[in-house]
DNA sequence: GATCCACGGGAATACACGGATG
DNA sequence: CATCCGTGTATTCCCGTGGATC
């Protein structure tokens, strides 16, 4: 046998092997460089902004619409290209004002998700303006609002896209739309929800709305299949398939991707190299029916996901009171029990996971709830798989 | 020495139920 | 019958402490 022959074969069970090329373009949490249609929408947000392309600041724009519809996958393009072409390279903080340039503009990405406090939030915001890394500790609060004033002083005009702003509580946003100090006069907020703005925060309520629809079935075909042509191999997947899944998701992106994840997920756990029914149906099943969102779950800090992976390898039955599902976990955890148990309340609270009140088995005392996940769970573990 | 915030623990409150009380 | 009480859990709320980093 020859080399070439060895070779070759090598390449053919490579080949077969290999079902996943890119997974990253599988991802529910990841946003490609150019959003898949939205050309409409993308216009109408533009013309929100328009006086940014004479220099100007705009006014405050809300764009909203239900999960799965491209919001923050729009957003974030959006903002990367403006920023590319329109402000002016990072500054160093102290760096003196070229004159006569007119209004000197800068862009910023800023997800409610990871600044959840006001800390978080100007820390990011100068992350994004500056070029200097900014400390993270043995800074006050207070210290980090007076850099972002500072940058602002020099007659800068500023638009920061907040995402997700009734997803978390952002208590301090409030303040921010409405205060009257530097930062809220230079600054134009793109606010992104999945809420009419009458419906979220009192401050947003005169700013123009810009709504997002959901994805007809062909539109979500269309993202799908772009998806999975970068993301599995060819042939990987059938055309029924993804039509299949893209009516299952109801126009639902990120539930489609979720779903898409998860079969890839059981896919290669059955070393296929395709995705067989078997497959697609145990994608779809991963993913709950009120489902928060993946990113949201994986914006939580990692002690919190580790007790959420670990919350996942527990049996029904040890699921079936968070008194002891936390005993469960907090065995095979540095984490206190009592720790894990205020965690699994959080989460309930939040909606990442869901108490059912147990059918009563009769006992004494108030009687406890079960412990649903209500995220994508083969996804979560794929995506958060960041091993200690 | 300063800062933020994750931990951990415990107090207060809610709920379920059976039984006693008016 | 309606209400209250006691007991045992479940759940919520709150806050001091200390780690990690600048």
């Not at 004479?54 to 903002?79: I, Q």
């Not at 329109?86 to 160093?92: F, H, M, N, R």
């Not at 309930?348 to 995220?375: H, I, N, Q, Y």
Request: net charge negative; proline share 5%.
């Amino acid at each position: 046998v020859n080399l070439e022959e060895r070779i070759l074969r090598r390449m053919r069970r490579g080949e077969g092997r290999r079902l996943v090329v890119d997974e990253n373009a599988l991802s529910p949490v990841w946003h490609p460089e150019g959003p898949v249609g939205r050309g409409p929408t993308v216009e109408r947000v533009l013309d929100g902004l328009d006086p940014i392309f004479e220099g100007r600041g705009p006014d405050d724009v809300h764009v909203h619409g239900p999960a799965g519809t491209g919001k923050s996958a729009l957003v974030t393009a959006l903002v990367d290209h403006l920023a590319r072409h329109l402000s002016e390279p990072k500054d160093t903080i102290g760096t003196t004002t070229r004159a006569g340039s007119g209004t000197r503009l800068a862009f910023a990405y800023v997800d409610a998700r990871a600044a959840t406090s006001e800390f978080e939030f100007y820390h990011r915001l100068l992350d994004e303006f500056v070029k200097e890394s900014i400390p993270r500790r043995g800074i006050s609060t207070e210290e980090l609002r007076d850099r972002v004033e500072n940058y602002l002083r020099s007659g800068r005009s500023v638009v920061v896209a907040f995402d997700h702003v009734d997803d978390a509580e952002v208590d301090h946003l409030g303040d921010l739309l409405r205060s009257d100090d530097l930062i809220g006069r230079r600054t134009s907020w793109l606010t992104i929800g999945r809420n009419h703005p009458d419906d979220t925060h009192e401050e947003l309520e005169d700013v123009a709305a810009v709504s997002v629809p959901k994805y007809h079935r062909a539109e979500l075909t269309d993202v799908l299949t772009n998806r999975i042509s970068a993301g599995l191999a060819r042939d990987a997947m059938t055309h029924d398939q993804i039509r299949d899944l893209a009516e299952w998701a109801d126009g639902d992106a990120h539930a489609a991707l979720a779903a898409l994840l998860g079969a890839v997920d059981a896919a290669l756990a059955d070393e296929a190299s395709v995705i067989e029914p078997s497959h697609l149906a145990a994608g779809k099943a991963s993913v709950p029916d009120p489902c928060v969102s993946l990113g949201r779950v994986l914006a939580l800090p990692e002690n919190r996901q580790t007790v959420l992976r670990r919350l996942l390898e527990l049996t029904e039955d040890q699921r079936s009171s968070v008194s002891n599902a936390a005993a469960e976990i907090a065995a095979a955890s540095s984490l206190s029990e009592s720790t894990i148990r205020r965690y699994l309340y959080e989460f309930a609270e939040s909606g990442v996971v869901e108490r059912e009140r147990a059918a009563d088995a009769g006992g004494v005392g108030r009687p406890p709830s079960r412990v649903e996940p209500r995220f994508p769970t083969r996804a979560f573990v794929r995506l958060a798989s960041v091993e200690s």
